[in-house]
């Protein structure tokens, strides 16, 4: 992670397989929330994870 502005950042909105697939043709890094599958809780992980990235671009927003 670089300054180099390679890094998209985005709510589980926008997480899709076609929008994976250009961030990944374009050499960008994903760095989308995950969503929780159906019917099931969201696993530790996952959502230490999604709370990690959350304050990352909270604190880009606000800078």
């Not at 076609?18 to 969503?35: C, D, P, T, V, W």
């Not at 530790?44 to 927003?61: D, F, H, P, V």
């Amino acid at each position: 992670m670089g300054k180099t502005g390679s890094g998209v950042w985005a709510d589980t909105a926008y997480r899709s397989q076609k929008n994976e697939a250009f961030l990944a043709a374009g050499m960008f890094n994903s760095y989308i929330h995950q969503r929780r599958k159906p019917r099931r809780p969201m696993p530790e992980r996952i959502a230490r994870a999604n709370t990690r990235r959350s304050k990352i671009r909270g604190a880009t927003l606000d800078a």
